[in-house]
């Protein structure tokens, strides 16, 4: 009985962490997450499983979720964000690095009031899977 037990506990832990785990296998994918915990979540935390593992250029990402808090201070609501990815680009397995363009979109609750569509642009390195390293935007 006891052996029945643990052989249970096993198989719950093996799919649990296939569940959770972190995917990491392709670029857009680890922006879109990226961007999930960084601008709509807002879990440092969890950004950082998403992000290269030192350095970095997301000051300009920076400044756009300063902007949506302030914003947010000042109107009393939430500022959403969403985004769609531009054409892909087929990865290419010998490079270590790619960018990964995007539409991102801003507004504020009913679409009472909608920010201009921006464009940007984000630098993602192969560490062990696909990291976000840079942020840039480009329009």
Not at 5 to 34: H, M, N, Q
Not at 100 to 116: C, I, K
Not at 124 to 138: I, K, L, N, Y
Request: charged share 25%; with cysteine; hydrophobic share 40%.
């Amino acid at each position: 009985m006891a052996l029945l037990c643990l052989g249970g506990a096993g198989v719950f832990i093996s799919v649990y962490d296939k569940a959770t785990e972190i995917k990491r296998s392709a670029p857009d994918a680890v922006v879109d997450s990226y961007l999930r915990a960084y601008l709509t979540d807002r879990d440092d935390q969890e950004v950082s499983l998403f992000a290269c593992k030192s350095g970095g250029d997301f000051d300009a990402l920076a400044n756009l979720r300063n902007q949506m808090v302030t914003e947010e201070k000042t109107t009393g609501q939430s500022v959403s964000a969403s985004w769609i990815f531009l054409p892909e680009i087929p990865v290419d397995k010998t490079h270590k690095s790619m960018p990964v363009t995007l539409t991102l979109a801003r507004q504020l609750p009913a679409g009472s009031f909608r920010h201009p569509d921006q464009e940007w642009t984000f630098g993602v390195v192969d560490q062990d899977g696909w990291r976000v390293c840079s942020a840039t935007r480009t329009s």
